[in-house]
């Protein structure tokens, strides 16, 4: 029988049916039963203030694909955009692990987190950004002008650990 997240409680002497949440909603939720979430673990609104991954609220000045290294920018306030290694001043900054349209406010996490929304990689390859805007590649770009910048290194195929280096524009 499949867990469907519900449970027995007595409540002032009757026993009723309730469901586990997934979210909490603060002090209401208080002695409530957390469910795990598809991946088996807490869902990320269940931990206290200061765990979990690390991450900021910008406004998109550009759709953004899951996956996206992403470029954070003054345009009448911070704005984020996808990095990208053609011209310098549009190095990675983070990146999104969901697709996001222009004009809304996106979850961009920060260094030392992973980038799960990758594919093709190999594993312990460095990553660097790319002149395709919002990916990483394998080979540092080398055209003059380019921005040479390594984001992290790939620790399987599908997952990039984020610490980018500073860019070098080639010359």
Same mark, same amino acid.
């Given at each position: 029988?499949?867990?469907?997240?519900?449970?027995?409680? $007595?409540?002032?002497? +009757?026993?009723?049916?309730?469901? !586990?949440?997934?979210?909490?909603?603060? @002090?209401?939720?208080? =002695?409530?039963?957390?469910?795990?979430?598809?991946?088996?673990?807490? /869902?990320?609104?269940?931990? /206290?203030?200061?765990?979990? /991954?690390?991450?900021?609220?910008?406004?998109?000045?550009?759709?953004?694909?899951?996956?996206? $290294?992403?470029?954070?920018?003054?345009?009448?306030?911070?704005? +984020?955009?996808? !990095?990208? !290694?053609?011209?310098?001043?549009?190095?990675?900054?983070?990146? +999104?692990?969901?697709?996001?349209?222009?004009?809304?406010?996106?979850?961009?996490?920060?260094?030392?987190?992973?980038?799960?929304?990758?594919? =093709?990689?190999?594993?312990?390859?460095?990553?660097? $950004?790319?002149?395709? /805007?919002?990916?990483?590649?394998?080979?540092?770009?080398?055209?003059?002008?380019?921005?040479?910048?390594?984001?992290?290194?790939?620790?399987? @195929?599908? @997952?990039?650990?984020?610490?980018?280096?500073?860019?070098?524009?080639?010359?």
């Amino acid at each position: 029988m499949a867990n469907n997240g519900k449970y027995l409680a $007595l409540t002032a002497g +009757v026993i009723t049916e309730e469901t !586990a949440v997934q979210t909490s909603a603060g @002090a209401g939720d208080a =002695g409530k039963i957390a469910r795990l979430d598809a991946a088996g673990t807490l /869902p990320v609104s269940m931990l /206290p203030a200061g765990v979990g /991954p690390e991450t900021i609220t910008i406004t998109t000045s550009e759709a953004l694909a899951a996956g996206d $290294l992403v470029n954070i920018w003054n345009s009448t306030g911070a704005k +984020v955009r996808k !990095a990208d !290694a053609t011209v310098a001043g549009k190095e990675a900054h983070g990146f +999104v692990l969901a697709a996001f349209s222009s004009a809304v406010a996106a979850t961009v996490y920060l260094p030392s987190q992973t980038n799960t929304s990758v594919t =093709g990689k190999t594993v312990g390859a460095k990553q660097f $950004l790319s002149t395709t /805007p919002g990916l990483s590649t394998e080979t540092a770009p080398t055209a003059t002008g380019n921005v040479s910048q390594q984001i992290g290194i790939a620790h399987a @195929a599908t @997952a990039i650990v984020f610490h980018p280096l500073s860019a070098i524009t080639v010359a």
